[in-house]
């Protein structure tokens, strides 16, 4: 059973300044999705990342995997007010069923 | 634009009773999904079905079934409410096809009393 653990689960972040969030799954993947959910909202794909060393860069967000390590990082570059939300890695398991993460709640203060 | 729409908003159930979810997706999908989310434990899979009349367990389907009749809309049956139930319900659609991520809809806030 794939198991996905993000980290940390709150971040509070100074506008500005570069952060990271980690994600960690325990089993084979051959994809990796981010999405962000802002608050009283849905799901929002951001990236789906397909191999080992795969970067997807959008403004200020940028994804990457490492299949070896089995991790995920979203680095958030110079964070602005409007990058607070809640962020999620999803590794896709066997039969096409995708495992969350328990997502990481990004505030960013000015 | 994708579209996955949740028949209702917000809930209120009484232990006991049974609960129909409703969700229906405009994009002619193959796979539908059924999600609770709680906070710290992210999204958690209770059914999916990738066709017509098909339907798959997902990690949580305790308590929970599922119908899938016509292929755009996918519903969440929860037979006896119980308040363990209470909880964020994410219905979600994809194509199936390369890479296509889930659209999800916006969520049925259910609390059981």
């Known amino acids: 059973e794939l198991k996905v653990e993000q980290n940390p689960l709150f971040l509070s972040m100074q506008e500005g300044k570069n952060y990271t969030i980690y994600c960690n799954y325990s089993t084979t993947s051959d994809r990796l999705y981010w999405y962000r959910q802002d608050p009283g909202k849905s799901l929002e794909s951001l990236f789906v990342l397909l191999s080992n060393g795969a970067v997807k860069q959008e403004g200020r967000l940028m994804a990457s995997l490492d299949t070896k390590a089995r991790l995920s990082t979203l680095h958030i570059t110079a964070a602005v007010h409007d990058l607070s939300a809640t962020y999620f890695c999803a590794p896709r398991a066997a039969g096409n069923k995708l495992t969350f993460g328990g997502g990481t709640r990004v505030l960013v203060k000015p | 634009d994708v579209k996955v729409t949740q028949s209702s908003r917000y809930l209120v159930k009484r232990t006991g009773e049974k609960v129909f979810l409703e969700c229906v997706q405009d994009m002619d999908h193959e796979n539908m999904f059924w999600y609770r989310q709680d906070p710290g434990l992210g999204l958690r899979l209770i059914y999916f079905?990738?066709?017509?009349?098909?339907?798959e367990k997902g990690d949580i389907p305790e308590g929970y079934s599922v119908s899938r009749e016509k292929k755009e809309r996918f519903s969440l049956i929860l037979e006896s409410a119980s308040t363990n139930q209470t909880s964020m319900y994410l219905c979600?659609?994809?194509?199936?096809?390369?890479?296509?991520?889930?659209?999800f809809g916006n969520g049925t806030r259910l609390t059981v009393t």
């Open positions: 079905s990738y066709d017509v009349k098909m339907k």
């Open positions: 979600a659609s994809s194509s199936g096809i390369g890479v296509s991520p889930l659209h």
